[in-house]
């Protein structure tokens, strides 16, 4: 019998993938994860991550972690909606292919997708490539940026084991953002996903995101 084509095998599967689950119906954008993000990676093994010109006309700053927002709906059944967005750490990466020297690279002992400063040169391809935007160019550096899942502290022995988890995680006072392993049937975030329906940002492009969402409840207008 004839092989496929290498080209068309499907990327492989991992048996751990750590990820995050974000809850929109709790997240009230108070950007506690944003700055939580900014402050234990501009100290870590990811920063400095300066701000350049941070209070001029032109502010211009490297953040691995953004909340956008919006209004959704028409009155009087109207909502703001506060959406987070980091690297959602993909089992199909297109920002790794793209790279020229290998500085981008996905971990297969937990899925974690992660730049080597040592070796990016800062071309910026796998901003090109990442649909989600969620690449930044520290410009002080000349180096990708993105999220690491803090690396750095989930796996610090230092740390007590409750507080093994990103930043973000930790600083979110409505317990929007969960931490896990998706791949892992009985952990919390496999079990939200499930219950709630969780699911992924812009499967279209076929990425196979490994952070999930989990959607808003629709109110009635008689709740008003």
């Known amino acids: 019998m004839t092989q496929p084509a290498k080209a068309l095998a499907k990327p492989e599967t991992l048996a751990k993938q750590l990820a995050l689950v974000i809850d929109l119906n709790v997240c009230v954008g108070c950007h506690a994860c944003v700055t939580s993000c900014k402050q234990w990676n501009t100290s870590g093994s990811a920063g400095p991550l ?9 502010p211009n700053g490297t953040f691995f972690n953004r909340v956008q927002t919006w209004e959704a709906g028409e009155y009087p059944v ?30 297969k002992e937990d899925g974690i997708v992660l730049v080597d400063y040592d070796r990016c040169i ?79 940002l812009m499967p279209e492009w076929e990425t196979r995101p490994a952070n999930r969402y989990l959607p808003r409840l629709i109110r009635d207008a008689q709740e008003f």
């Open 50 to 58: 300066a701000d350049l010109n941070a209070y001029g006309s032109n």
């Open 78 to 107: 109207s909502d703001t909606i506060h959406f987070p967005k980091s690297c959602l750490h993909c089992e199909d990466p297109p920002c790794v292919p793209v790279c020229p020297t290998g500085a981008s690279y996905k971990r």
């Open 122 to 200: 800062g071309c910026k391809y796998c901003a090109w490539a990442c649909p989600y935007g969620a690449r930044e160019i520290d410009e002080k550096r000349q180096v990708m940026t993105k999220c690491t899942l803090c690396v750095d502290r989930i796996y610090d022995e230092k740390l007590a084991p409750e507080d093994r988890k990103p930043a973000c995680v930790m600083a979110c006072p409505t317990n929007a953002r969960l931490f896990g392993d998706v791949k892992d049937p009985e952990s919390e975030v496999s079990k939200a996903i499930r219950e709630r329906g969780g699911y992924e």
